[in-house]
């Protein structure tokens, strides 16, 4: 299709034209529709989505943007207060977005939490399939925006809500084959440093500040925009194989050739049979015209039912595969690359106030897969915890990031989650199965991932990220005066 070279494009998706200067917006922007919210001193607290993690925040600043304003330097004036303000009372700062981490590393003890919600895509470069994003950009915005230009994200999580700049933070990945994490696409950065000096950085500019922010959750600058690379839109029809679980590495290897664009795999949960068999979806290309990017579609909204009787019921448990690889998989039909992976997560919600859910993930060369299948099989049904869902996905070597959990070859991801009830019983239960899965994780050159609960020890955290001292040593020549805090921070690389 026809691209122009430049288009510009703000907010939820509309293509304005090809533009001509960087910023495309009101020829006089105002203020008019930004928020800067900063209720004064009051007594406050901030959660994320464990809904575990409640903790005091001096305060709490949502920095909103109009779709079509384009911001320039009030944005970065607004961060330099926040710093400012907070270093003359030694109080810490922590930049975010739709805080879907769930173990505090979003939030500030005592300090100035900031959300950036601000929807700009702009530069939309069709020869190099690169665009600029601000940071609090959610993934819903970047694939509307993409779409009418026949592009689409290079790599991004399984759900559509989160900010494009926290993804690089957090280093997220999907089900997009063969790459590695989503910094392996992001070509640059734009970076408020902790004493409000603005960086660019990339692999051959600042290239150790790059590695250290991709991953680094927000530790080492505040983000403000990125560059960040798509691939084309496709039209992908998926097949299913079951097997045993057995069999799924070696499967899962031979897709990662470059030929299959999209693929996952998943485990059946039911007790009699826990882990036993496996299932592989993959999405390869078809001829026909490419449909705009819907939302969830009919197969999410109707599995979420099913999803949702699982816990305490093995019976479901066992149709639910049974639906999932028979007529669910009968069902599904071609979908576009972009509207597979615009799901929200509210797709997902339990609605249920006395029980939580709470993902694991865990990464593993694909020759030690049965390894860690067999210490799943003995660890996790031995627990009271309910495990809804597993699925697998493909992630490459990841050489750049400083807190990389695929340092040395491809891994194979296994995504947990589970429904915890909102007890200090069960807290306590999780906390030892996560650390028993950790240590067979770790025993197999495997690593953990970092957004969810903190309950690793320094040690396994230690042992997991090789270079977290570096990582930290870092930290404290950039942010000598500790200004970008959180409970990563706070909990682990404080200590190391
Ligand atoms: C339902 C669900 C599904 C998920 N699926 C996946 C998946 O498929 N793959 C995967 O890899 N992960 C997945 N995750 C984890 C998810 O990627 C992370 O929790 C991610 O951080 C969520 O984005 P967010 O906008 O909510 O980030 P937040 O929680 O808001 O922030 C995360 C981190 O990024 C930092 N940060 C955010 N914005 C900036 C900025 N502008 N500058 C500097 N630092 C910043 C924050 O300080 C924080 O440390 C999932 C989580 C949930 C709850």
């Not at 809500?161 to 280093?171: L, P, W, Y």
């Not at 999932?324 to 576009?336: D, K, N, P, R």
Request: charged share 20%; net charge negative; glycine share 8%.
């Amino acid at each position: 299709m026809a691209l122009t070279r430049r288009a510009a494009l703000f907010g939820a998706g509309a293509a304005v034209g090809v533009l001509g200067s960087r910023w495309m917006g009101p020829q006089n922007p105002s203020l008019d529709g930004v928020k800067v919210i900063m209720p004064a001193g009051e007594a406050k607290t901030l959660n994320d989505a464990s809904l575990l993690s409640e903790t005091p925040v001096f305060r709490h600043t949502v920095i909103q943007g109009a779709p079509d304003l384009a911001p320039s330097t009030w944005l970065f004036d607004a961060l330099r207060k926040e710093l400012a303000e907070a270093a003359s009372e030694n109080r810490p700062v922590n930049l975010s977005a739709a805080r879907h981490s769930m173990g505090g590393q979003s939030i500030p003890r005592d300090g100035h939490a900031i959300t950036l919600d601000m929807p700009a895509i702009f530069d939309v470069d069709s020869d190099t399939g690169t665009y600029r994003a601000l940071a609090g950009t959610r993934w819903h915005q970047v694939i509307a925006a993409l779409d009418p230009l026949g592009l689409s994200p290079k790599v991004m999580q399984s759900n559509a809500d989160f900010g494009v700049a926290s993804t690089f933070s957090v280093n997220a990945h999907g089900w997009p084959m063969p790459f590695g994490p989503m910094g392996s696409t992001v070509r640059s950065v734009q970076m408020m440093l902790a004493d409000g000096s603005l960086i660019t950085a990339s692999r051959s500019e600042n290239a150790d500040l790059f590695g250290a922010a991709m991953g680094g959750y927000g530790l080492i600058g505040l983000i403000t925009e990125l560059e960040v690379e798509a691939v084309p839109n496709q039209l992908l029809e998926p097949t299913f194989q079951t097997m045993p679980a057995s069999d799924f590495a070696a499967a899962f290897v031979k897709t990662a050739d470059g030929s299959v664009p999209m693929a996952y795999g998943r485990l059946n949960i039911d007790r009699e049979g826990f882990f036993d068999d496996a299932m592989l979806v993959t999405y390869r290309p078809i001829a026909g015209d490419i449909p705009p990017a819907a939302g969830s579609g009919f197969l999410s909204k109707a599995s979420r039912a099913i999803f949702r009787a699982q816990p305490g019921n093995e019976w479901v448990k066992r149709r639910r595969w049974g639906i999932e690889t028979g007529i669910g998989a009968w069902l599904a039909g071609a979908s576009s690359r972009s509207s597979l992976m615009n799901e929200p997560v509210i797709t997902l919600d339990d609605r249920d106030p006395t029980r939580t859910d709470i993902l694991h993930e865990y990464f593993v060369s694909p020759d030690r897969f049965g390894d860690f299948v067999a210490a799943a099989k003995a660890i996790i049904p031995g627990s009271y915890q309910e495990l809804l869902n597993i699925t697998l996905r493909w992630v490459a070597e990841d050489p750049v990031s400083m807190l990389s959990y695929a340092p040395s070859g491809p891994r194979i991801a296994s995504v947990l989650l589970f429904s915890q009830e909102m007890t200090a019983r069960a807290e306590a239960d999780m906390e030892r199965m996560t650390r028993q899965m950790i240590d067979a994780v770790l025993a197999i050159g495997g690593s953990y991932y970092l957004p969810y609960r903190p309950h690793a020890t320094v040690d396994q955290f230690r042992r997991c990220y090789g270079g977290a001292e570096e990582f930290a040593a870092l930290k404290r020549r950039v942010d000598p005066g500790l200004r970008l805090r959180n409970a990563l921070w706070d909990n682990y690389l404080a200590k190391v």
